[in-house]
């Protein structure tokens, strides 16, 4: 193993480190907003706080920053196929409580 090697081996582990540091400190914001925002804003904080995680699991985790456009374009497919499944089951389940 040469010395560039061993770089690069401790620059991924400083890396992952950073970002895992990051989630769980956004995941500790997400809980306190959850608990401590009024509301109707407390929603879209959160969501927002989700979706800064997605960024940070997509650009450093999955490297979707230096990934080629085919990759980029599955991983978007994904997501909206994601978003998809989210409006299914939301319609599923407002059209529930309203015959209730």
């Given at each position: ?17 950073l970002v895992w540091g990051l989630l769980v400190a956004l995941l500790a914001l ?7 925002a009024p509301q109707p804003w407390a929603t879209m904080l959160v969501f927002g ?52």
């Open positions: 193993m040469s010395a560039g090697s061993k770089r690069s081996a401790g620059g991924i582990w400083l890396r992952g480190l997400s809980l306190a907003a959850a608990s401590l706080i989700a979706a800064t995680q997605l960024g940070l699991v997509g650009a450093l985790f999955m490297r979707l920053d230096r990934a080629d456009t085919l990759v980029r374009l599955a991983a978007a497919c994904g997501v909206f196929w994601l978003a998809i499944l989210f409006v299914l089951t939301l319609t599923d389940t407002l059209s529930r409580l309203a015959n209730t």
